[in-house]
T-cell receptor, first 109, second 111 residues
Framework: QKEVEQNSGPLSVPEGAIASLNCTYSDRVSQSFFWYRQYSGKSPELIMSIYSNGDKEDGRFTAQLNKASQYVSLLIRDSQPSDSATYLC?????????FGKGNQVVVIP | NAGVTQTPKFQVLKTGQSMTLQCAQDMNHNSMYWYRQDPGMGLRLIYYSASEGTTDKGEVPNGYNVSRLNKREFSLRLESAAPSQTSVYFCASINREYEQYFGPGTRLTVT
């Protein structure tokens, strides 16, 4: 089993709708969890950190962590065309971050 | 604060040539990392340095060497470049909350 898995394919959402992204992780990485946004041709940019069970909100973004089920999710409310990007889930363990392969989000005006 | 800086931004090498990618951070972070990113493969860890004076292999270390020159600087060297090393290379550092910050990347083409 990979340490961090993002299995959903590209996600298309209408402008103003909610985009929902999910990620699962293994026991080997279970300390801290992160969501990164990567625009085409750019480096990953940290958008959310979550360390304990429950929800964490920051503007239009909400991260949810469920340690019992080993998943992390990201909700993007009121999606905007500027949210079109690849979103990477990451988890920290063994002195390093493990990344999922990412999910592409396309917001349709 | 400049954050994490990388040089060069772009590089074209011929097979067999060598080069060093430079990385520096001004956030006083202990740990630094080198990744490569290829289409469909995601980010893959090449080497990392948990603290000044230490380096460790990641997932894909073959063909690369690293030097942690001091707390700020962590360089990646390709001794004999191969076409399979054509990629985008990112340097990153991590803070005490395990939040990782990336440099702008180096786009390397090996012909």
């Amino acid at each position: 089993q990979k340490e961090v898995e993002q299995n959903s394919g590209p996600l298309s959402v209408p402008e103003g709708a909610i985009a929902s992204l999910n990620c699962t992780y293994s026991d080997r990485v279970s300390q801290s969890f992160f969501w990164y946004r990567q625009y085409s041709g750019k480096s990953p940019e940290l958008i959310m950190s979550i360390y304990s069970n429950g929800d964490k909100e920051d503007g239009r973004f909400t991260a949810q962590l469920n340690k019992a089920s080993q998943y992390v999710s990201l909700l993007i409310r009121d999606s905007q065309p500027s949210d079109s990007a690849t979103y990477l889930c990451a988890a920290y363990g063994n002195n390093r971050l493990a990344f999922g392969k990412g999910n592409q989000v396309v917001v349709i005006p | 604060n400049a954050g994490v800086t990388q040089t060069p931004k772009f590089q074209v090498l011929k097979t067999g040539q060598s080069m060093t990618l430079q990385c520096a951070q001004d956030m006083n972070h202990n740990s630094m990392y080198w990744y490569r990113q290829d289409p469909g493969m995601g980010l893959r860890l090449i080497y990392y340095s948990a603290s000044e004076g230490t380096t460790d292999k990641g997932e894909v270390p073959n063909g690369y060497n690293v030097s942690r020159l001091n707390k700020r600087e962590f360089s990646l060297r390709l001794e004999s470049a191969a076409p399979s090393q054509t990629s985008v290379y990112f340097c990153a550092s991590i803070n005490r909350e395990y939040e990782q910050y990336f440099g702008p990347g180096t786009r390397l083409t090996v012909t």
